[in-house]
């Protein structure tokens, strides 16, 4: 069955995205937002309220998208994170392609799919990975 995913993207905007999946084992209408004060939150009502949740101290966090369980929130030093189930446990990631890594603010987060993202830099710099940032490759 088909199910309609929506993603709150903080201050990036608003993604949708429409995937054949197991609709049991999804979070139903989570919506994932960044906090004036750069914390992650996340609503499951419908965004009626919203909880905040810890993923990393010292962090202001900027940017967020998701799809389904799969959250990645990014902000202040190149922090980027990563969760695959639902915010409950957070993974750091380091963009860089063999390269000193990136220490700019994360700007921007999108996914096209959970293997297809694209992360923006306060300057401008766009970051892409088809593996499900497992790699990063800087656009040129």
Do not use: C, Y
Not at 29 to 47: E, F, H, I, M, Q
Not at 67 to 88: C, I, K, P, Q
Not at 116 to 122: M, Y
Request: no cysteine.
């Amino acid at each position: 069955e088909n199910a309609r995913l929506k993603s709150s993207a903080g201050l990036g905007g608003f993604s949708a995205a429409r995937k054949k999946m197991d609709v049991n084992n999804i979070q139903p209408s989570a919506l994932w937002s960044v906090s004036a004060n750069g914390k992650v939150r996340r609503s499951t009502d419908g965004g009626k309220s919203f909880k905040h949740l810890h993923v990393a101290h010292g962090v202001r966090f900027r940017a967020i998208a998701s799809l389904g369980n799969d959250v990645w929130a990014g902000g202040t030093g190149g922090t980027l994170f990563h969760s695959v189930d639902g915010g409950a446990t957070w993974t750091g990631t380091t963009l860089n392609s063999g390269e000193n890594a990136v220490t700019e603010t994360i700007a921007g987060i999108q996914m096209r799919d959970v293997e297809h993202l694209t992360v923006t830099t306060d300057s401008g710099s766009k970051w892409f990975s088809e593996d499900g940032g497992r790699s990063w490759q800087k656009q040129s």
